[in-house]
């Protein structure tokens, strides 16, 4: 089927930068949104940020400026630049896309694994 497999998180810290990739494998026909959302212990996930196809963006109050969503098409890939981190940002991250299997497929939302990222004031 699809797959999303996250790389690039870990321990950084406060006003360091990290980047974060997430490849999308399988049967792929077309993909829509992809995205980045976090979850922080005793929190819901929330939105990082969003790209759509033809790089229409969209980021979370709590990280414009600081980080920036970009994905290339023809690896099937979206990456999070992140700057200038906060020790608020300490977070699982998850990479989200929609994604269509064959051409009269409805979209389906997909999720990866997580990663983690902890930043040390």
């Known amino acids: 089927q699809v797959q999303l497999v996250e790389s690039g998180g870990g321990l950084v810290q406060a006003g360091g930068s990290l980047t974060l990739s997430c490849a999308a494998s399988?049967?792929?026909?077309?993909?829509?949104?992809m995205g980045w959302y976090r979850q922080a212990p005793g929190n819901e996930r929330a939105l990082v940020a969003t790209i759509i196809r033809g790089d229409f963006t969209n980021y979370a109050d709590s990280v414009k400026g600081r980080f920036t969503i970009s994905r290339d098409n023809a690896k099937n890939t979206v990456y999070l630049q992140m700057n200038s981190l906060k020790p608020e940002d300490t977070a699982v991250y998850y990479c989200?896309?929609?994604?269509?299997?064959?051409?009269?497929?409805?979209?389906?939302?997909?999720w990866g694994q997580g990663t983690q990222v902890t930043v040390s004031s």
């Open positions: 399988g049967s792929i026909f077309s993909i829509n949104t």
């Open positions: 989200n896309a929609n994604i269509r299997t064959w051409a009269g497929a409805m979209l389906a939302t997909y």
